[in-house]
């Protein structure tokens, strides 16, 4: 089978497409026809980074796909399923033809969308759903979202506002302004001045900005990004985890047309390295997925 790997860090052009033995799934485990996965800011980092497991290195965190063997598990060849695998910790990544992953790490797929757009949601879904909750957001809580228009801020907005919220939205360019009210914010902007100070019950950051003194007394700051907390009592980073659960859970919500996703590109990935690159140029709206 074919896989998408790195034998070394750099740019987009150590990417490279190559032929790899099929995984023999272990007790527990499905294979899984690769449909589509999506490219988030962990893939281009482990990319140039030097992090991730040992190289040669196959990236990918999220997958859509289809059983083609259950084993002695509850799936059954021709189910669809998502799944996201945190491939630094395990080296298991997804951006593979065939993948073979622990049953509890898999959903059913939703089935009112493509199974490929549905590569769209474990990774940002379950980022959101998770940060939020360490948010403690209640209902009629003021929420900012710091990248509101991106795939995790655009997910949390729309869950955030689904759990009787008010939120605004921080853009990076006035072209999001938009797509930020669309998702559900009620106030948009698109510098860091122009959120009122101590307004907010929780602010929740996904860019890595300072913005502390945007919340009210006791506020609660949590940031999903790679860049030092602010100065604030009581910030938290949210790391994402696999959750199978929860990913079920942000399934259910699509299935319903409570969480929509949004989908910029498609590539077929032996165009990885163009994918890259147009992940990397930034602006896009919606996620871009590599198609199999």
Excluded: C
Excluded at 35 to 47: F, G, I, M, Y
Excluded at 108 to 126: M, N
Excluded at 168 to 192: I, K, M, N, Q, Y
């Amino acid at each position: 089978m074919r896989a998408i790997q790195i034998d070394r860090h750099g740019g987009p052009e150590v990417l490279t497409v190559r032929e790899v033995p099929e995984p023999v799934p272990e007790d527990g485990e499905v294979l899984i026809r690769s449909t589509s996965s999506s490219l988030n800011p962990v893939d281009w980092k482990t990319r140039v980074w030097n992090v991730g497991p040992k190289l040669p290195a196959t990236l990918g965190w999220d997958l859509a796909g289809v059983v083609i063997a259950g084993g002695d598990t509850a799936f059954r060849p021709g189910d669809h399923v998502v799944a996201m695998s945190a491939q630094i910790a395990t080296g298991r990544g997804t951006w593979a033809e065939r993948v073979a992953l622990p049953a509890g790490l898999l959903a059913k797929a939703p089935t009112t969308v493509p199974l490929t757009d549905a590569a769209a949601l474990p990774l940002a879904g379950l980022s959101a759903l998770q940060a939020l909750g360490k948010a403690a957001l209640t209902s009629g809580g003021r929420l900012l979202v710091i990248g509101a228009a991106g795939a995790v801020g655009g997910i949390a907005v729309q869950l955030a506002r689904r759990s009787g919220a008010v939120v605004d939205a921080l853009v990076s360019r006035p072209a999001h302004h938009e797509e930020a009210r669309a998702l559900g914010a009620d106030r948009v902007w698109h510098t860091p001045a122009e959120p009122p100070a101590g307004a907010y019950d929780v602010v929740l950051d996904t860019a890595g900005l300072d913005a502390g003194h945007i919340l009210a007394p006791g506020g609660r700051y949590v940031s999903i990004a790679d860049h030092p907390l602010p100065d604030v009592p009581g910030a938290v980073k949210s790391y994402v985890q696999e959750d199978r659960d929860q990913l079920a859970h942000l399934v259910s919500l699509v299935e319903r047309g409570e969480l929509r996703l949004r989908i910029a590109h498609r590539y077929p990935f032996h165009q990885a390295r163009a994918a890259h690159e147009r992940f990397e140029a930034g602006g896009t709206i919606g996620k871009i997925l590599l198609t199999f």
